[in-house]
């Protein structure tokens, strides 16, 4: 075997080794990636897989019950998708407050969520933080621009 040959044959089995390895992690990634749908792209796609719903809790649409099961309705303002949560609720999770929930959409419609992410608006402060800025007086309600 002459030496270019050798060299095209570690070539070729580089090759392979790394189209390999490339193709397990990327098939390892794609069971595990959460793609992130608002409530008009689930209805229109209806995944099979799991998946990340965001968008808001529908004002008087909270139902809570004793056993930590909660039922709402989360809208991105075109669509809404009834979604039903067992478990400890964020504390910012409340009506009118965006939220993220990661499970799975059932054939009847409702998201059977299994985790649930609370959002909050980009202007929200800590109340500490809130609180030492009205002490120093450096506190700008919103709408106010600083100094």
């Given amino acids: 075997m002459t030496l270019k040959k050798r060299r095209l044959w570690y070539l070729g089995l580089l090759t392979l080794f790394l189209s390999g390895s490339a193709l397990i ?13 608002m409530p008009t792209d689930a209805l229109a796609k209806k995944p099979i897989k799991p998946f990340r719903l965001g968008g808001m809790v529908k004002e ?3 139902e809570k019950s004793d056993n930590l099961e909660i039922k709402f309705e989360m809208t991105d303002g075109i669509m809404t998708i009834p979604v039903r949560y067992r478990g400890l609720v964020p504390d910012l999770f409340r009506e009118g407050q965006g939220v993220v929930a990661e499970g799975t959409l059932s054939k009847d ?23 030492a800025l009205k002490e120093n007086g450096r506190w700008k309600p919103r709408g106010e621009k600083g100094p």
């Fill in 60 to 62: 008087g649409s909270l």
């Fill in 25 to 37: 992690v990327l098939t390892t990634l794609n069971d595990h990636l959460l793609y992130f749908m």
């Fill in 109 to 131: 419609g409702i998201f059977q969520a299994t985790y649930l992410l609370a959002k909050h608006d980009e202007n929200y402060m800590p109340r500490d933080v809130a609180e």
